[in-house]
């Protein structure tokens, strides 16, 4: 349902994203690891044009865009098929809890409030934070805010949600419970993800599939078991290893 045909992207002088070619099943849990500075917001950004390709087709569901010849309005309609759970948390500051999980589905979707407030507080019954619904994100915990950004990716009419690192900016202490969160909706919603993400425990839980970027091309990809038992590849075995030796990633 989602497909990435040589997707290609330089910034300056530097190639950063050399040729990517991917495809993720409905459904389907990608996680994407790799070295820092290899490309991979750079891939999500690119999946729903944040960033334009300088070339390359990327399908998600019945809708293509071609990187090389598409319009505006082609980019702002393809926009909505995902939504972006960012590192830094990116709730409205002037809106509570409540609201910025029905702004998507009011604004975007265009659907009465009052259905739209009891999807919303669905949502945020489901990722632990019905009690927060009247506050305001500074009132709110990293964490609860970071599981309220996740409600709010969910309350879009999104066919696929894309994590950059959506635990890095928390403290330690509050990692577990957005991995936890992240776990169950990938098991409850069968949403498609794709999760860029450092936590090796994590992403060998909750993936079907693991991507190994490196200098902007797919150096590896399979099974969480072929990656982190069965890999032939060094470069991998080293990052994966210095991963689960640095600690902090434990659920
Ligand atoms: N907007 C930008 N302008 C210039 N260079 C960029 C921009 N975004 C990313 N880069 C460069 O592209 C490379 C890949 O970055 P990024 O995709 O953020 O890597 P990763 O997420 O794997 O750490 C880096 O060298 C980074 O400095
Ligand atoms: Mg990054």
Do not use: W
Request: charged share 25%; with cysteine; aromatic share 6%.
């Amino acid at each position: 349902m989602i497909k990435i045909n040589n997707l290609q992207k330089t910034f300056g002088d530097t190639k950063v994203l050399k040729g990517i070619d991917l495809e993720v099943k409905k459904g389907e849990v990608v996680s994407i690891i790799g070295p820092s500075g290899t490309g991979k917001s750079t891939l999500l950004r690119c999946m729903n044009f944040l960033e334009m390709p300088d070339e390359g087709i990327i399908t998600i569901g019945d809708t293509s865009v071609n990187a090389s010849n598409c319009t505006k309005k082609e980019i702002y309609n393809f926009r909505k098929k995902s939504a972006m759970v960012f590192q830094s948390i990116n709730l409205l500051k002037n809106k509570t809890a409540l609201q910025n999980v029905m702004e998507p589905m009011i604004v975007v979707q265009k659907m009465p409030k009052k259905e739209a407030k009891d999807i919303a507080l669905g949502l945020l019954e489901k990722v632990g934070v019905l009690d927060k619904k009247d506050s305001y994100p500074r009132n709110m915990s990293g964490g609860q805010q970071q599981r309220v950004g996740i409600a709010r990716a969910l309350a879009s009419s999104a066919e696929v949600i894309l994590f950059d690192e959506p635990t890095s900016s928390l403290d330690p202490e509050l990692v577990g419970e957005v991995l936890n969160i992240i776990k169950k909706v990938a098991e409850e919603s069968k949403v498609t993800m794709i999760i860029v993400t450092h936590e090796m425990k994590f992403a060998r839980e909750v993936s079907d599939t693991i991507i190994f970027l490196e200098n902007g091309v797919i150096a590896e990809q399979g099974t969480p078991s072929e990656i982190f038992e069965s890999c032939r590849n060094e470069r991998v075995n080293k990052f994966v290893n210095n991963f689960s030796f640095a600690g902090g990633n434990v659920i």
